[in-house]
């Protein structure tokens, strides 16, 4: 029996590399070519005529998942798309299976010898299930936990506020919504070009609805609000429904937008309310959090990586309040867990 060829749609060379390297390795599988994007893939789909295609989620110019669309509307087969945001249960993965991918594997995190082979032998079994049409387009239940309950947001407002080094922290969190997220507001503090590009990319490839803030808007479930306009606060008013409000005003504390003001703006709301400090340098926040914790609002802190700002981390820390301290992979479960309103 001829092996199954595969087509791997990634931007990144290393990742193409080692993509190709993972299934060349599995058995019954042969890599016949590979594309750094869509139009690329285009031209070699036409081309080599692969049994099963790989895709990237996020890739310049049109994303993965707009590739998707047109693939199946063009070239119905096998997609499988691989992220390091589309782990089973995730917005981005139930957007993909529901777009006709026929599964949604997660890119290795780390590349150790057994690591490597379990990857090998997981994915190569998912290529050649593909191939064989075991495995149907949006068949994979991706949208039910462990608990097997679905979400239902509870209408507590969410506000995450993240510089440079949080950015990617917040798109996981926002890759893990989908159509019923909980009302959220995402404040960065970073470099503007910086932010442009972070949220030009997060537009093309996040399965919920993103809106950049805008003064008078309702916060309600289904929608995320992006703060990153240095020239304006983004406050939260009180109201049936409540509002996100701009603010014409000087920096506070050098910053603007300021997390301080907006998640102090929260807590004085008296709104159902959670709000997390991404990583990032400065303290902008932490006192916005205290205020927010002792009006008995749920509150957390991401725990930076060996290579990132503590200055936020640290701050929380000396201050003194509950919180939840938590690891960039649990950030999301955690959100979502605490916004839930069929969590038991």
């Not at 777009?99 to 190569?124: I, M, N, W």
């Not at 050649?128 to 075991?134: D, M, P, S, V």
């Not at 462990?146 to 947001?153: A, F, I």
């Given at each position: 029996m001829a092996n199954v060829r595969v087509l791997v749609v990634d931007d990144s060379a290393a990742m193409r590399a080692l993509f190709c390297d993972i299934l060349d390795n599995a058995k019954g599988v042969t890599v016949c070519g590979t594309a750094k994007n869509a139009d690329d893939a285009r031209e070699q789909l036409e081309k080599l005529k692969p049994d099963v295609l790989t895709l990237d989620v996020e890739m310049p110019g049109k994303s993965g998942m707009e590739f998707l669309e047109e693939v199946m509307e063009t070239r119905p087969m096998p997609v499988i798309m691989l992220s390091s945001i589309t782990q089973a249960g995730t917005g981005?993965?139930?957007?993909?299976?529901?777009?006709?991918?026929?599964?949604?594997?997660?890119?290795?995190?780390?590349?150790?010898?057994?690591?490597?082979?379990?990857?090998?032998?997981?994915?190569?079994?998912?290529?050649?299930?593909?191939?064989?049409?075991?495995?149907?387009?949006g068949g994979e239940d991706a949208g039910s936990?462990?608990?097997?309950?679905?979400?239902?947001?509870?209408?507590?407002?969410?506000v995450l506020a993240c510089g440079a080094a949080g950015i990617e922290s917040a798109r996981q969190v926002l890759a893990a919504y989908d159509a019923a997220c909980p009302p959220t507001i995402v404040l960065f503090d970073a470099d503007p070009a910086v932010v442009e590009n972070a949220v030009r990319a997060m537009r093309h490839s996040l399965p919920c609805q993103l809106g950049d803030a805008v003064d008078g808007v309702s916060l309600e479930a289904g929608k995320v609000w992006l703060a990153h306009d240095p020239t304006r606060h983004?406050?939260?008013?009180?109201?049936?429904?409540?509002?996100?409000?701009?603010?014409?005003?000087?920096?506070?504390?050098?910053?603007?937008?300021?997390?301080?003001?907006l998640l102090g703006s929260l807590a004085r709301s008296g709104l159902l309310a959670l709000g997390g400090l991404l990583t990032g340098s400065g303290a902008d926040g932490v006192r916005g959090l205290a205020i927010l914790a002792e009006t008995q609002g749920k509150v957390f802190v991401q725990r930076p990586a060996d290579y990132a700002p503590r200055d936020r981390y640290d701050a929380v820390r000396a201050h003194g309040f509950e919180h939840a301290d938590l690891r960039q992979e649990a950030i999301a479960d955690w959100v979502l867990e605490h916004t839930n309103a069929n969590t038991e």
């Open positions: 981005t993965a139930r957007r993909a299976l529901e777009l006709g991918a026929v599964h949604c594997f997660p890119k290795p995190l780390h590349t150790s010898r057994e690591e490597f082979d379990a990857t090998v032998r997981q994915l190569g079994d998912i290529v050649l299930k593909a191939a064989a049409g075991e495995l149907t387009p936990g462990e608990s097997g309950t679905r979400y239902r947001s509870d209408g507590r407002i969410v983004v406050v939260v008013e009180a109201g049936a429904p409540p509002r996100l409000r701009l603010v014409d005003r000087d920096p506070v504390n050098g910053c603007r937008p300021s997390a301080d003001l």
